[in-house]
């Protein structure tokens, strides 16, 4: 028992250690954590701020935009596209009065809801 250091080396080895063994596998679990997480981010591994790409897709969920219907001016025979700088008729009927307007779209609701019955 005499090569044995006194108690007090043996704890402070032990406490020394016992810090290097947790702050190592404290190192460890940063790496794993922060592997995990650039996984679920497959485009941001280059370390780079802001926005994130318009390409990037997280975990396989995509939704894109679906446009509206085409509309068309709601005056009758008209087949151009309506548009919202002329107040949603055509540039043909820009000019025409708002309570015209307002008859033919009416007028179109109404044929909508008979063919629909």
């Known amino acids: 028992m005499a090569n044995m250091p006194p108690m007090s080396d043996l704890e402070s080895l032990v406490s020394r250690f016992t810090e290097q063994l947790a702050t190592l596998i404290e190192a460890q679990v940063n790496e794993r954590a922060l592997a995990s997480v650039q996984s679920a981010f497959p ?3 280059s370390g780079r701020r802001g926005r994130p790409p318009k390409g990037l897709v ?10 509206g ?36 779209r009416e007028a179109r609701r109404a044929k909508k809801l008979k063919k629909a019955a």
Do not use: E, T, W
Request: proline letters at 10%; glycine letters at 8%.
């Open 43 to 45: 485009g941001r591994s």
């Open 58 to 67: 997280l975990a396989g969920v995509s939704k894109k935009r679906r446009k």
């Open 69 to 104: 219907p085409i509309q068309l001016c709601p005056v009758p025979g008209c087949k151009n596209r309506a548009a919202p700088v002329f107040g949603m008729v055509c540039a043909k009927h820009k000019d025409l009065p708002k309570a015209k307007i307002k008859q033919y």
